[in-house]
């Protein structure tokens, strides 16, 4: 059974930073695919964050471009998302989401949320002015 959780949320000033972490189970990391930050603020559409791939190559919004950083530790299943130069506009509830990557397909493809197979339960993130 796969199971995606999510950890590291928390309330910090602006400014400051948050590493979130995306706990993987029962998945089969030789293939390839997409895992995905995406995150949702109250009363506001959700937003994709950025990937990361099988090979470690990544993409980002431009709101986070420069300010986030996803990567992944394969020997512990688990992705993160390294958040500096936190803004209150960043507050929202962030999601993981895996899903597999068909030959040729690029990640960049694949910024829609319902678009995922697998996603979290979400860990809140909340910035203070």
Do not use: H
Not at 17 to 46: I, N, V
Not at 57 to 79: E, H, L, P, Q, W
Not at 88 to 117: H, S
């Amino acid at each position: 059974q796969v199971q995606l959780v999510e950890s590291g949320g928390g309330s910090v000033q602006a400014g400051g930073s948050l590493r979130l972490s995306c706990a993987a189970s029962g998945l089969t990391f030789s293939l390839y695919y997409c895992m995905g930050w995406f995150r949702q603020a109250p009363e506001k559409e959700r937003e994709w964050v950025g990937f990361v791939n099988r090979d470690g190559n990544s993409g980002y919004a431009d709101s986070v471009k420069g300010r986030f950083t996803i990567s992944k530790d394969n020997a512990k299943k688990t992705f993160y998302l390294q958040m500096n130069s936190l803004r209150p506009e960043d507050t929202a509830m962030y999601y993981c989401a895996y899903r597999y990557r068909p030959p040729g397909a690029d990640c960049w493809n694949y910024r829609d949320l319902d678009g995922y197979t697998y996603r979290g339960q979400g860990t809140q993130v909340t910035i203070s002015s």
